[in-house]
């Protein structure tokens, strides 16, 4: 098993850029139930600092790795119990790396329904196959004469037999299908062309409707796009290659002929060379363009979940607006604007129902509920659901604060994304048993405007809506990415121990659902917890979860300073050495950055903390439960642009980015329809990756730059002058046009002629 793991770390070490030591260290952590941020926060010494990034993208490689371990044993096990292993065969199983070479070799030895060269060689015609491959000067219809039987009827059906043989024989060499891969993944296309009639249903892929990119280079949002159109039956989608080759002999045929010596010497040979044309035509030239569509669809998941992620995680670490007292707003016509009042800790005060729009159009009633709701519960903050309906109560609530006198509440225009499907859940009905579900979605808009983090965790990660294509991707890979993305946002940040809900507290590091619940459950009977020791009180946490869990919960003026802190229990040791060494009091210290920089870290190493932990303690005792997120600030949308059709070229807008995708960033700028600011219009300069500018959460100032209000688009620019930014080479790639916004949130499952039913199969395997 040690040699197992030196094995999968060396390979590991290799990708993360790390040593095969810290590899294997951290295997072992992992592997012993340690989860992922406390290995990155407080097990540096024994994996040498690998930081949360390396160990994600390790643990994630784990997994794929020990999969095709674990997939190598049973091929080997297959192909022994048929007593075909050879030493050359169990060479090439053990040094493939990836599940394709792995089952490209298992190939011939792969249990399969009764073939054509099977049949073949039932009626006798194996030898006759044979001697083609041995006689290549001789004519194979001479060598065919000695197969004529009462099954192989003349000529035609034997050569035909023998065909289907050496074909089969081509189509099994693990080599050859290696070689003609990497020779597609060079040299195909990716074409894309719309289904004749079917141009105006199908008008948002119209950017499909005749496109052809090298399969190699095609950017994963184009990819997914192409997919979606192919899905949907408006576009058809094939790989090509060397089509424009117009030798009589093409090159993937010559790659097979270089394969078995085949030349044009003699009659067997040239037999034997259209056998090659015809496999690479029937055979093998559909097989790998699905291949190399299963790739491409991986790859492209696998930027689109990168994507997604990536945006989450800035949802997540958004600027808090604070423990103040707010008025959350879900916006609706004809069903009315529902209200809830929150408190400072988030606890529900009382909620309502206004109706200032149609067919009711109460504005003065609904202003004066809303203004009454403020003075009575000191309301400081207003949020607002972007939802339908959002600027018709953003300009309601304008009006009203233009006419309240005394100190005026800030209003805040906030993503709606999966409060509908908050209000519906589990966890809302038992948090809000007694309440409305159309009510429900008021209090997440208000809680998630005070804190972003401690709201979205009570909701599916997939469902916040911040991905590119999430619906097209692997939903277990989307997931387990997603997971991880707010377990470490999670525990960036910190929870109160005290004030923490359910579903926030299962998201810290080693803490379950059933944990979590047991912590507020204990509570709730109990009281506050007074340290973090008491936690140890709570039934079925024992030490193990402690040890994951502990430093990343704070209890906030208790009466052990550190439990405030990042600090581990662990570490109090020598957290108060470092005190004593400064002869101040703990509470009198923390946060008194002069006297913590005179203090030599090096003195207070020893046998179980080493430097990374004794810096880390030192610098969180400068500042004691730091947040890592922003400063709060809020986006005003302009005044009387409230529709797309408001919109004029040249407006300079402020907004809030919603969304970053491969091609650019989303901006909410309060029309309804978040415009797009393409890679190439984020900044004066060359912009490879757009969050290399902006993320999530982020306001801007953006310019109108063009309106297309029948497909509902609108093009930003953040460039100064507005034009085209300079590129480092010819234009492609991810600088070609964006995909259109609408394909990004639908999808519908559907089958396409031969490729396509293939290719729908495939699909399904992956």
């Known amino acids: 098993m040690a040699a197992d793991i030196r094995s999968l770390a060396v390979t590991i070490a290799a990708e993360i850029n790390s040593r095969p030591d810290q590899a294997v260290a951290a295997i072992g952590l992992l592997d012993e139930g340690a989860t992922v941020p406390f290995i990155a926060r407080y097990r540096k010494e024994v994996t040498g600092g690998l930081d949360d990034t390396q160990l994600r993208n390790l643990a994630e490689r784990l997994v794929y790795l020990r999969e095709l371990e674990a997939r190598r044993t049973s091929i080997v096990d297959s192909i022994n119990t048929q007593g075909k292993m050879t030493d050359e065969l169990a060479v090439k199983l053990a040094k493939a790396v990836t599940k394709a070479e792995l089952e490209d070799l298992y190939l011939p030895y792969k249990?399969?329904?009764?073939?054509?060269?099977e049949i073949a060689r039932e009626r006798g015609l194996g030898p006759l196959a044979e001697a083609i491959w041995a006689d290549r000067s001789s004519d194979p219809a001479t060598l065919a004469q000695a197969y004529i039987t009462g099954e192989v009827t003349d000529l035609k059906v034997a050569l035909e037999g023998a065909r289907d043989i050496v074909a089969e024989t081509i189509s099994e060499n693990a080599d050859l299908l290696g070689r003609l891969r990497n020779h597609m993944r060079t040299g195909a296309q990716l074409k894309a062309r719309v289904v004749d009639g079917k141009q105006e249903a199908g008008a948002?892929?119209?950017?499909?409707?005749?496109?052809?990119?090298?399969?190699?280079?095609?950017?994963?949002?184009?990819?997914?796009?192409?997919?979606?159109?192919?899905?949907?039956?408006?576009?058809t989608l094939t790989i090509e290659v060397d089509a424009d080759d117009t030798s009589p002999i093409k090159p993937a045929q010559r790659i097979i002929a270089m394969a078995f010596n085949i030349s044009d010497k003699g009659a067997s040979d040239r037999w034997l060379m259209e056998v090659a044309g015809w496999t690479w035509r029937v055979k093998l030239s559909m097989s790998l363009s699905l291949d190399l569509m299963r790739e491409m669809r991986e790859r492209a998941e696998e930027e689109a979940i990168h994507v997604f992620a990536r945006n989450l995680k800035d949802l997540l670490l958004a600027a808090p607006a604070g423990a103040r007292a707010t008025m959350g707003l879900d916006p609706g016509i004809r069903t009315g604007v529902k209200v809830a009042i929150v408190d400072a800790?988030?606890?529900?005060?009382?909620?309502?129902?206004?109706?200032?729009?149609?067919?009711?159009?109460?504005?003065?009633?609904?202003?004066?509920?809303?203004?009454?709701?403020?003075?009575?519960?000191?309301?400081?903050?207003?949020?607002?659901?972007?939802?339908?309906?959002?600027?018709?109560?953003?300009?309601?609530?304008?009006?009203?604060?233009?006419?309240?006198?005394?100190?005026?509440?800030?209003?805040?225009?906030?993503?709606?994304?999966g409060a509908s499907v908050y209000s519906a859940s589990e966890t809302a009905a038992l948090e809000f048993p007694g309440l409305d579900v159309s009510l429900r979605g008021a209090v997440s808009i208000a809680r998630r405007l005070q804190d972003p983090l401690a709201e979205l965790v009570k909701i599916e990660p997939k469902a916040i809506g911040v991905g590119q294509y999430q619906h097209d991707v692997d939903q277990g890979k989307l997931a387990r990415s997603l997971d991880?993305?707010?377990?470490?946002?999670?525990?960036?940040?910190?929870?109160?121990?005290?004030?923490?809900?359910?579903?926030?507290?299962?998201?810290?590091?080693?803490?379950?659902?059933?944990?979590?619940?047991?912590?507020?459950?204990?509570?709730d009977a109990n009281g506050a917890f007074a340290s973090r020791k008491d936690l140890l009180k709570v039934a079925r946490l024992g030490n193990r979860t402690f040890e994951q869990a502990a430093g990343f919960l704070r209890i906030p003026n208790g009466k052990e300073p550190l439990d405030a802190s990042s600090v581990h229990p662990?570490?109090?040791?020598?957290?108060?050495?470092?005190?004593?060494?400064?002869?101040?009091?703990?509470?009198?210290?923390?946060?008194?950055?002069?006297?913590?920089?005179?203090?030599?870290?090096?003195?207070?190493?020893?046998?179980?903390?080493?430097?990374?932990?004794?810096?880390?303690?030192?610098?969180?005792?400068?500042?004691?439960?730091?947040?890592?997120?922003?400063?709060?600030?809020?986006?005003?949308?302009?005044?009387?642009?409230?529709?797309?059709?408001?919109?004029?070229?040249?407006?300079?807008?402020?907004?809030?980015?919603?969304?970053?995708?491969?091609?650019?960033?989303?901006?909410?700028?309060?029309?309804?329809?978040?415009?797009?600011?393409?890679?190439?219009?984020?900044?004066?300069?060359?912009?490879?990756?757009?969050?290399?500018?902006?993320?999530?959460?982020?306001?801007?100032?953006?310019?109108?730059?063009?309106?297309?209000?029948?497909?509902?688009?609108?093009?930003?620019?953040?460039?100064?002058?507005?034009?085209?930014?300079?590129?480092?080479?010819?234009?492609?790639?991810?600088?070609?046009?964006?995909?259109?916004?609408?394909?990004?949130?639908?999808?519908?499952?559907?089958?396409?002629?031969?490729?396509?039913?293939?290719?729908?199969?495939?699909?399904?395997?992956?």
Request: aromatic content about 4%.
């Open 111 to 117: 249990p399969k329904r009764r073939t054509r060269a």
């Open 204 to 235: 948002k892929f119209a950017d499909y409707f005749d496109h052809t990119e090298r399969w190699a280079t095609a950017p994963g949002h184009r990819a997914l796009a192409m997919l979606r159109g192919w899905n949907e039956e408006f576009l």
């Open 345 to 417: 800790t988030g606890k529900v005060l009382e909620t309502s129902t206004v109706y200032p729009f149609q067919p009711r159009n109460d504005v003065r009633g609904a202003q004066t509920e809303l203004a009454a709701l403020i003075r009575k519960h000191n309301v400081e903050l207003i949020s607002i659901g972007n939802g339908t309906g959002s600027r018709e109560t953003e300009k309601l609530v304008a009006d009203l604060l233009t006419n309240l006198p005394g100190t005026k509440p800030t209003k805040v225009i906030v993503s709606e994304a």
């Open 484 to 523: 991880a993305v707010v377990e470490d946002a999670v525990n960036a940040v910190g929870v109160d121990l005290n004030m923490a809900s359910a579903p926030l507290l299962a998201r810290v590091s080693g803490l379950s659902k059933s944990i979590a619940e047991a912590i507020v459950s204990h509570r």
């Open 570 to 766: 662990e570490a109090y040791g020598v957290a108060k050495k470092i005190v004593a060494a400064c002869g101040r009091d703990l509470r009198a210290l923390m946060g008194d950055s002069a006297a913590l920089k005179a203090v030599d870290p090096r003195q207070f190493i020893d046998e179980q903390f080493g430097l990374p932990t004794v810096k880390d303690i030192i610098s969180e005792l400068e500042k004691p439960g730091r947040d890592p997120r922003p400063s709060f600030k809020t986006a005003t949308f302009a005044d009387g642009v409230d529709e797309i059709t408001d919109l004029k070229i040249g407006m300079l807008l402020e907004g809030t980015v919603t969304n970053v995708a491969a091609f650019g960033a989303f901006v909410d700028i309060g029309v309804h329809q978040d415009g797009l600011v393409h890679v190439s219009q984020l900044a004066d300069k060359f912009v490879k990756d757009p969050h290399e500018v902006v993320k999530a959460g982020d306001v801007v100032k953006v310019r109108v730059v063009e309106v297309d209000v029948k497909r509902k688009r609108i093009a930003l620019t953040m460039r100064k002058d507005g034009g085209e930014a300079p590129a480092p080479g010819p234009r492609g790639g991810d600088r070609g046009k964006p995909v259109n916004p609408k394909l990004m949130n639908t999808e519908k499952p559907a089958s396409q002629g031969a490729f396509g039913a293939a290719l729908a199969e495939a699909m399904k395997k992956r």
